[in-house]
C-alpha cells in the first residue's frame, strides 16, 4: 500500500506544472465564457456536444502520435516524419474510397475496394515507412533527426504521386464513422484515441517494454551490458510511431472526407513533440510520462480555443503557445532545476543522514 | 626547500563528500626534469593533477610556482600560468587540421585576417621539432593517435608552457610511437621544462623518468630518485600491504576432480587482447591480477560478449556457446559487473528495484514481464541478503552511494542464477566495510556453486579470496599461481618483470 | 628555403587531395552529373543556356542566403527551426510597414533586424546558458514568430513603394557583341539584387568562417565542445553569436523574398526551414557538426533547385516527384557521409606511421 502512495507522488510531482497550466487556462476560458462547461445533448447525431468534448475531440490526432513520440524521445530521439506519415496513410485510404465522378453522379456509398484494405493498407504502410525509419536508426547508426527528415521530405511527395497530386472526395459513409461517428454518445475520435492510449500504456507498462525504453534512454551502454536488445527497442518503438500516425491519418481524412497532402498533419511532428514535452519527459531521454503526454496534447488544444475565444485567428495561437512553452521549457531547463534539485538534496542528505 | 624547485605543492588537501580524496601530499618539481606519479587507480593522482590544472580546488594546502604562491582556477588559468596539461583521450578538435589545433585561438593575424602561411609554416616547423614531417593542412582525425598525442603536446610546447602534465599519454600507442614520444620528452627536458608523467607501463617509468613520487589511498607514500628503487619495491609500494582483516574470509573450497564452468581457449582481439586461455572450475574463484592496461578488463568484456573476440572459442558448462553480444552470454548462464559503474553499469534514473530486476528481465524479454509484486520480492530479498542501506526499493539507484549502487549491480546479476559470475574492480572507489561485505559475498556464492572470475587492482584482496591468480600483462596472460600457497612478492616480480623473470627478484 | 618550398609544394599537390573536401567533390560531382543529364535529355528544349543557371540563383537566392546562415549554426551542431518564420515575418514588417502604416520600407528592414537578430541571439543564450536542446528552443522561436506574423495580418498584403518597385525590377542583363552592337542574350539572362545579395552573403559567410577566429571557433565548438573548452575558447560566445548571424541571414532572405514575390503573407515560406537544412546536408554539412563549408552550401543549394528545374524541363512529370528525389538525394548524401567517415575513422585506428626523418 505505502508503495502505491510513493508512486503516485512522484507522477504527480512529474506532472504538477502542466495539471496547473490546464487548469489555469480551463479557468480562464471559463471566465470569457461562462457556458464553457455545458454539455449538451443532441437527439439528431446522438452525440454530446460541448467545448470540452470538443477540445479533447480535435486532440485526437496529436494525442494518438505524441503516444509513439514519448517514446521515440523516451529513447533520446525525435521523429520528424510523423506528419508526412499522416499525409501518406491520408493519401492511400482515399485512393481506394474514390468517388469517380464520371461513373456516379452524386457522392455515396461507393469504394473500389473492400472496405478492410482502405483501412488495413495506409496502416501497413506507415508501418513499413516506421520500420525504413528504424532500420536507419538503429542499424544505419543514424541520428534519428536525420534518418526521419528523409522521410518528411519525401512523404508529402509520396502521398501526392499516390493520388496524381489531385484531391479526391469520398461519401463513403462507413469512412465517415471513423472521424464524424459516434459511440456511446462520444465522437468516435475520442473512443479511438482512449483505445488507442490504453493499448499503448498496456503494452508499454503491463509489458516490460517500457522499462527497457527508459532503461535505453538513459544509459545505452549499461542497457546492452544487461542484456536488452538495444536495437530491437529502437524499431519497434519507430514502428509504432509510424503505424500511429497511420492511425491519425485516417482521422483526419474522415473528418475532411478527402485527402489534402499538403495540409494534412502540417506541423503534426511539432505539436507532438511539444505535448510530449510539456508532458514532463525530457529531450534528452528517459523517464517518460504517457499520462503526460496526453495533457500535454490536451493543453495545446485548449490554448487554440482559449485564443479563438478571444477572437484571435487561429494562426496567432503559434505565438501564445511559444509563449508558455517557453515558461515550461526554461522550468524544465538545466540550470532551474539544479537549482531546484540542489535543494532537494540538500533535504534528503538530511534524512540520509538520520537513516545512516 | 631546495631552491631550483620549479614547482612545490605543499600539504595538499581535497576533500569529496564523505572521502579524503587527498591527504597532506606534498609534490615537487624541478625545471629540467621528469617526474612521474604513480598510484593504482583511486590513490589520488588525477585528483592532485586536478588541483594543479584548476579543475577542482584545493582545500588546503599552497601551491608555489617559481617562489610564487599560485591559485588556479579553471584550466584557462593554468594555461596562463604556464601549465600545460595532454590527458590520456586526446583533447583536441578531430575535424580541425593539424595546424589549426595547435594555434586556434591565438592564431596570428595579417591584416586582420587569419594568417594561413604563418600558421602552416610554423605548425610544420614545430612537428619537425618532434622528428614528425607530416602535412599539417590535414584534419587531425586523420592521424594516428600518436601523432594527435604530439599535436596535443606541440600545441602545450607552443604556447610556452614551464610545466607539461602528460596524464597516460602512452596507454594507446606502440612501442616506437612510446620512443618516439620519449625523444621529445628528453628533448623538452634539455630545454628546462618541467614534466609530469602519470603512465600505469612501469618499464617507461624507468626508461624515461628522473624521480617518482608514489601516491596510495589519497596519502604521499614516498619520492624516490630513479636510481635508488627496484621495480618489486615498486609495485609494493603502489599496491601495498596493509591488509586489513575486518572479516576473516574462508576460500571457497573446490574439489579436485569437478569439472570446467567455464574454458576459453585462445581468445583475443587486434589490438585488445592478444592470446588468452582460461578455465574456472564450478565454485573457484579465480583471480585477475596485474596493472591497469594488461589486458584484464579486455578479457572479461570478451567473455560476456561486450566485445566480440576474432579468434578463439568460449564453451560453458561443457558445451560451446558462440557469444555475439551480452544477450548470448546472459542466456548462457554469464554475468558481468563491469569496471566503469557509472558508465556500464547502473541506469540512474530508475529504481533499485528496476535495476535489480533488468537483467532477469532481459533474459525473459519484455513480453514476460516480472510482476510488480515479484520485483518487489526480488528487491526485498535482494535489499536485504545485500544489506543495501536504502529507505525502499523505489529510490533511484544514482541517488545512493557508491558501494551501494555495487551491491544493487551484483543484486542484479545474482538475480539471473548465473553460472559464471565476472566481476570487474566490484571493490573500487567504496569503503572498507562494503569492500569487505562484498568479498564475502563472492565467496558465499563459491560455495553455492557459482563460478567467479574476479578483477582487482589490489592484489591484497585477490589473494585473500582467490584459489588461483592468473598474471596479465602487455595484453596477454604471463603467469598462473595457486592461490593458497603464492605471495605477494612472487606475483609483483610476475607483474613487474614477465614470467620469465618470475621469482627472480622475489627473493 | 629549399626545404620550405618543397614542403609547400607538397602541400599544394595534397591540398586538393585533403580528405576534408570530400563531401564538397561529392556535391560538385552529383551537381555536374545532372546538370549533364538534363543537357542530354533536355538540352534542345535550351537546357544547357546560360538562362538555365541565372535562374536557378535568381529563384532560389533566398533559400541560398539562409543557408549560408544554417551552415555556420549546424556547424556548430546545433540546428535552427525558425529560419523560414522569421523570413516571413520580415515580410510581414516590410509590407504591413510600407502599404498599411506607410513607413519606409528601409526603417521597416531596420526593424526586423533588430527583431531577427535580438530573436537569435535569445534563442542563443537560451540554448547555452539554460543548455536547453536547440531544436526546442529555435522550434519555440519559430512558434513566436509565426503567431506574430498572424497577428499582424492573416491575409496577404501586396507591398507598395517604389523603392521595393525599382529594387524588384533592377536587373543586370548578360550581353553579347552581335553586329558590332551589344544586345540581350538570348533567352534573356539577368541577375538581380537577390542574386548580388546571395552572393555578398556568402561571401562574407566564407570570409567570417576562414579568416577569422570566430571562424574558426565556430568549427572548433562543432567538432568538440568540450575540448574547446579546455582549450580556452570562447565556447558561449561562439554559439550565442551564430545563431544571431543566422538571424541575420533569416532576416536578408525574408528581404529577398519580400522582393521576389513583392508581398508579405503569414503563411509564406512554411517548411522552408526544413528545405534550407536539406541544401546545407546535401552541400556535405554534418548535422553532428564540426563540417561544413560554404560553397558545399552553395552547391547544395543549387542542386536542390536543379530538381524542380529538371522536373519543369520534362513537362510530364508531377512536380511531387522534386520531393521524393529531394528525399533520395538526402539519402544518398547522408550514405556517402557514413561511407566517408567510416573510412576516415578506419584510417584513425589502422595507425598511420610517422615518418622519421
Given at each position: 500500500?505505502?508503495?502505491?502512495?510513493?508512486?503516485?507522488?512522484?507522477?504527480k510531482s512529474k506532472l504538477t506544472w502542466a495539471v496547473v497550466a490546464e487548469v489555469l487556462i480551463l479557468l480562464v476560458c471559463l471566465i470569457v465564457r461562462p457556458d464553457f462547461f455545458k454539455i449538451s445533448y443532441q437527439e439528431s447525431t446522438g452525440m454530446l456536444y460541448g467545448s470540452l468534448i470538443d477540445i479533447i475531440n480535435r486532440s485526437s490526432e496529436i494525442t494518438i502520435i505524441a503516444m509513439g513520440m514519448t517514446l521515440v524521445i523516451a529513447l533520446g530521439g525525435t521523429d520528424l516524419s510523423v506528419g508526412a506519415l499522416v499525409a501518406v496513410s491520408g493519401a492511400i485510404a482515399l485512393k481506394f474510397l474514390r468517388w469517380d465522378v464520371l461513373e456516379y453522379t452524386t457522392p455515396g456509398d461507393y469504394t473500389v475496394c473492400s472496405y478492410a484494405l482502405v483501412l488495413i493498407v495506409p496502416l501497413v504502410v506507415c508501418l513499413l515507412m516506421g520500420l525504413f525509419n528504424g532500420l536507419l536508426i538503429a542499424k544505419g547508426g543514424m541520428q534519428p533527426i536525420i534518418a526521419t527528415l528523409i522521410l518528411m521530405v519525401c512523404g508529402r511527395g509520396i502521398a501526392q504521386i499516390l493520388t496524381n497530386g489531385k484531391q479526391f472526395t469520398t461519401g463513403y459513409s462507413p469512412f465517415r464513422v471513423i472521424g464524424q461517428g459516434s459511440f456511446l454518445y462520444l465522437p468516435m475520435p475520442i473512443i479511438i484515441t482512449v483505445v488507442v492510449v490504453a493499448a499503448v500504456a498496456l503494452f508499454v507498462r503491463k509489458t516490460a517494454f517500457g522499462t527497457f525504453v527508459e532503461s535505453v534512454g538513459i544509459n545505452r551502454s549499461a542497457s546492452r551490458l544487461s542484456g536488452i536488445n538495444a536495437q530491437l527497442i529502437i524499431f519497434i518503438v519507430f514502428a509504432l510511431t509510424g503505424f500511429l500516425s497511420g492511425i491519425s491519418g485516417l482521422i483526419y481524412s474522415s473528418r475532411i472526407m478527402s485527402n489534402d497532402s499538403n495540409n494534412a498533419g502540417l506541423n503534426y511532428e511539432m505539436d507532438a513533440i511539444l505535448a510530449v514535452v510539456i508532458g514532463g519527459t525530457s529531450m534528452t531521454g528517459g523517464k517518460f510520462s504517457l499520462a503526460g503526454t496526453v495533457l500535454g496534447s490536451i493543453i495545446i488544444r485548449t490554448i487554440v480555443t482559449l485564443v479563438y475565444y478571444f477572437g484571435i485567428a487561429s494562426e496567432a495561437t503559434m505565438a501564445?503557445?511559444?509563449?508558455?512553452?517557453?515558461?515550461?521549457?526554461?522550468?524544465?531547463?538545466?540550470?532551474?532545476r539544479n537549482y531546484f534539485s540542489k535543494r532537494a538534496k540538500k533535504r534528503a542528505y538530511a534524512v540520509k543522514g538520520g537513516v545512516i | 626547500m631546495a631552491e631550483n624547485n620549479l614547482l612545490e605543492m605543499r600539504q595538499i588537501e581535497m576533500t569529496f563528500p564523505g572521502v579524503k580524496a587527498l591527504n597532506k601530499v606534498d609534490f615537487t618539481l624541478r625545471a629540467g626534469e621528469i617526474h612521474s606519479l604513480l598510484g593504482e587507480n583511486g590513490a589520488g593522482k588525477s585528483t592532485l593533477i586536478k588541483c594543479l590544472t584548476g579543475v577542482n580546488k584545493k582545500d588546503g594546502g599552497t601551491i608555489t610556482l617559481e617562489g610564487k604562491e599560485i591559485q588556479p582556477q579553471s584550466p584557462q588559468h593554468a594555461i596562463e600560468l604556464g601549465i600545460s596539461t595532454v590527458y590520456q583521450e586526446v583533447n583536441l578538435c578531430p575535424n580541425l587540421t593539424v595546424a589549426e589545433n595547435i594555434f586556434v585561438g591565438r592564431q596570428p593575424m595579417k591584416h586582420g585576417q587569419i594568417d594561413w602561411k604563418t600558421i602552416n609554416r610554423r605548425a610544420s616547423e614545430l612537428m619537425s621539432r618532434f622528428h614528425l614531417s607530416i602535412d599539417v593542412t590535414r584534419p587531425l582525425s586523420y592521424y594516428s593517435t600518436a601523432i594527435q598525442q604530439m599535436v596535443s603536446i606541440a600545441r602545450a610546447v607552443d604556447i610556452q608552457a614551464k610545466i607539461l602534465i602528460l596524464d597516460e599519454p602512452t596507454s594507446s600507442l606502440d612501442d616506437n610511437e612510446v620512443q618516439l614520444l620519449f625523444d621529445v620528452m628528453n628533448e623538452l627536458k634539455k630545454e628546462g621544462m618541467g614534466i609530469i608523467f602519470i603512465t600505469h607501463f612501469l618499464d617507461q617509468v624507468f626508461a624515461v623518468s628522473d624521480r617518482l613520487t608514489i601516491l596510495r589511498n589519497g596519502q604521499l607514500v614516498g619520492t624516490h630518485k630513479i636510481e635508488d628503487i627496484t621495480k618489486v619495491q615498486l609495485v609494493t609500494e603502489m599496491i601495498g600491504k596493509d591488509i586489513d582483516t575486518i572479516f576473516s574470509l574462508k576460500r571457497a573450497e573446490v574439489a579436485d576432480g569437478e569439472a570446467d564452468m567455464l574454458v576459453a581457449t585462445h581468445i583475443g582481439a587486434p589490438e585488445k587482447l592478444e592470446d588468452m586461455s582460461l578455465n574456472v572450475k564450478k565454485g573457484e574463484l579465480v583471480g585477475f591480477a596485474g596493472l591497469l592496461g594488461s589486458g584484464r578488463t579486455e578479457t572479461a568484456e570478451m567473455l560476456f560478449g561486450a566485445t566480440r573476440i576474432t579468434k578463439g572459442e568460449i564453451a560453458i558448462d561443457g558445451s560451446k556457446t558462440e557469444i555475439k553480444k551480452p544477450f548470448d552470454a546472459l542466456v548462457a548462464g554469464m554475468a558481468f559487473c563491469p569496471e566503469d559503474r557509472k558508465r556500464d553499469g547502473i541506469i540512474g534514473d530508475l529504481s533499485i528495484r528496476e535495476n535489480i530486476a533488468l537483467a532477469v528481465q532481459a533474459r525473459k524479454g519484455f513480453l514476460k514481464p516480472i510482476s510488480t509484486k515479484e520485483q518487489n520480492e526480488l528487491a526485498d530479498k535482494y535489499i536485504k541478503a545485500l544489506g543495501i542501506a536504502t529507505p525502499d526499493a523505489e529510490k533511484k539507484i544514482g541517488e545512493l552511494s557508491g558501494g551501494n549502487q555495487q551491491k544493487v549491480i551484483l543484486a542484479r546479476w545474482m538475480?539471473?542464477?548465473?553460472?559464471?559470475?565476472?566481476?570487474?574492480?566490484?571493490?573500487r572507489g567504496i569503503d572498507v566495510g562494503a569492500k569487505a561485505e562484498i568479498q564475502r559475498l563472492m565467496l558465499e556464492m563459491c560455495g553455492e556453486g557459482v563460478s567467479v572470475i574476479f578483477i582487482s587492482s589490489e592484489l591484497d584482496e585477490i589473494i585473500r579470496c582467490s584459489n588461483r591468480i592468473i598474471i596479465m600483462r602487455d595484453r596477454e596472460k604471463v603467469g598462473e599461481v595457486d592461490g593458497e600457497t603464492c605471495t605477494q612478492d612472487q606475483i609483483l616480480s610476475i607483474i613487474a618483470e614477465g614470467s620469465t623473470a618470475a621469482g627472480g627478484e622475489a627473493s | 628555403?629549399?626545404?620550405?618550398?618543397?614542403?609547400?609544394?607538397?602541400?599544394?599537390?595534397?591540398?586538393?587531395?585533403?580528405?576534408?573536401?570530400?563531401?564538397?567533390?561529392?556535391?560538385?560531382?552529383?551537381?555536374?552529373?545532372?546538370?549533364?543529364?538534363?543537357?542530354?535529355?533536355?538540352?534542345?528544349q535550351g537546357f544547357t543556356t546560360l538562362r538555365t543557371i541565372t535562374n536557378l540563383f535568381v529563384d532560389n537566392a533566398y533559400y541560398g542566403i539562409s543557408a549560408v546562415g544554417m551552415t555556420m549554426v549546424l556547424i556548430t551542431g546545433g540546428i535552427d527551426l525558425s529560419v523560414g518564420a522569421v523570413a516571413s515575418l520580415t515580410g510581414m514588417f516590410i509590407a504591413y510597414g510600407t502599404t498599411v502604416l506607410g513607413i519606409h520600407p528601409l526603417l521597416c528592414i531596420l526593424f526586423s533586424l533588430v527583431v531577427g537578430v535580438g530573436l537569435g541571439l535569445l534563442m542563443g543564450w537560451v540554448i547555452h546558458r539554460l543548455n536547453v536542446p536547440p531544436f526546442i528552443t529555435t522550434l519555440t522561436g519559430m512558434f513566436l514568430a509565426r503567431g506574430v506574423c498572424a497577428l499582424i495580418s492573416r491575409e496577404s498584403i501586396e507591398i507598395k513603394h517604389e523603392m521595393i518597385d525599382s529594387l524588384a525590377s533592377w536587373k543586370i542583363y548578360f550581353m553579347q557583341l552581335k553586329d558590332g552592337e551589344w544586345v540581350k542574350i538570348k533567352p534573356i539572362s539577368y541577375i538581380n539584387f537577390n542574386v548580388i545579395l546571395f552572393i555578398v552573403v556568402l561571401i562574407a559567410g566564407i570570409y567570417i568562417l576562414q579568416k577569422t577566429r570566430f571562424g574558426r571557433n565556430v568549427y572548433a565548438v562543432g567538432g568538440n565542445e568540450q575540448s574547446a573548452k579546455l582549450m580556452g575558447l570562447p565556447v558561449g560566445k561562439t554559439k550565442i553569436l551564430v545563431y544571431g548571424f543566422n538571424g541575420l541571414c533569416s532576416v536578408l532572405a525574408g528581404v529577398a523574398y519580400a522582393l521576389y514575390v513583392k508581398s508579405g503573407w503569414n503563411l509564406s515560406l512554411m517548411g522552408a526551414e526544413l528545405d534550407v537544412i536539406t541544401c546545407a546536408v546535401i552541400g556535405g554539412t554534418l548535422l553532428t557538426g564540426g563540417?561544413?563549408?560554404?560553397?558545399?552550401?552553395?552547391?547544395?543549394?543549387?542542386?536542390?533547385?536543379?530538381?524542380?528545374?529538371?522536373?519543369?524541363?520534362?513537362?510530364?512529370?508531377?512536380?511531387?516527384?522534386?520531393k521524393i528525389a529531394t528525399g533520395l538525394l538526402l539519402l544518398l548524401f547522408i550514405c556517402i557521409q557514413k561511407l566517408v567517415l567510416g573510412v576516415t575513422g578506419r584510417k584513425k585506428t589502422s595507425k598511420t606511421k610517422p615518418?622519421?626523418?
Open positions: 500500500m505505502k508503495k502505491k502512495f510513493d508512486l503516485t507522488a512522484i507522477t501564445f503557445k511559444a509563449m508558455i512553452i517557453a515558461v515550461v521549457i526554461v522550468l524544465q531547463s538545466e540550470p532551474v | 538475480a539471473t542464477n548465473p553460472k559464471v559470475l565476472i566481476l570487474d574492480e566490484p571493490t | 628555403m629549399s626545404d620550405r618550398s618543397l614542403a609547400s609544394r607538397r602541400s599544394l599537390g595534397s591540398r586538393i587531395m585533403n580528405p576534408k573536401y570530400i563531401m564538397i567533390y561529392a556535391t560538385i560531382g552529383i551537381f555536374l552529373v545532372m546538370y549533364l543529364f538534363g543537357a542530354i535529355s533536355y538540352g534542345a563540417v561544413g563549408y560554404m560553397v558545399g552550401t552553395l552547391f547544395g543549394v543549387l542542386l536542390k533547385s536543379m530538381i524542380p528545374a529538371l522536373i519543369t524541363f520534362n513537362g510530364n512529370l508531377l512536380s511531387w516527384w522534386g615518418i622519421k626523418e
